[in-house]
């Protein structure tokens, strides 16, 4: 069954209440990533039945965020070094063609919004000092945005269904501090600025290196890690 985009997510059963939660806490790392899925436990936690919670799970797994393995079991999905770079390529090339479509397809007044968006990102005091660019789900996210913006309903949904969740927990678990802050600000604007010239190949192009940069980084705290 095709999911609703990320914050038209009806809630309406309590099914979709736990994919809603275990969803959020799975991004943000409150249920630890690689961690393995106790059912009885996590069905009590959220006071659903186990068939409840297992219909959460098959929406999780649908979107990369659990796995099952046999002889293992479900788990969290983990972060590692070889998967981001799986799924950053694809990201690379799916969000280049959204910018390039979203130069040709977005209202002046998406535009005009997407500026106020990043204008709001810049008067946050972790952006302004350069300590960290924490971006919200949804409508308050500079790539949603954009992606919506292509007005292509496939590439929306295989990159705000399918793969949406997956990248976020890259970006907020190993997201962006120190330099790289101001950096990313300004490719953000320079994406904007050619989108409103309807300038599609540079639209394309400067998401691209934007990602690659974004991929750098993660990288680099990965590399990082193993060497301690």
Known sequence: MTQPFLNDTPITTASDQVFVDMRREIVEGSIEQGSKISEPELAKRYGV?????????NRLESCYLVERKANVGC????LTAERLIEVYQVRSSLEGLACR???DNMEPEEVKGLKQLLNQHL?????KEGESYYQEAGDLDFHYRIIKGSKNAHLIHLLCNELYQLIRMYRVQMGMVGPRVSKAFDEHLAIIN????????????????????SQANIQTKFDVYQSI
């Open 123 to 127: 008067q946050t005091q972790r952006v």
């Open 75 to 78: 788990r969290v999905v983990a």
């Open 49 to 57: 039945s186990r068939a409840t919670l297992r219909e959460a799970l």
């Open 194 to 213: 050619a989108i409103e010239n309807h300038d599609g190949e540079l639209a394309e192009m400067l998401m691209k290196r934007h990602i690659s940069a």
């Open 101 to 103: 479509l979203a130069a």
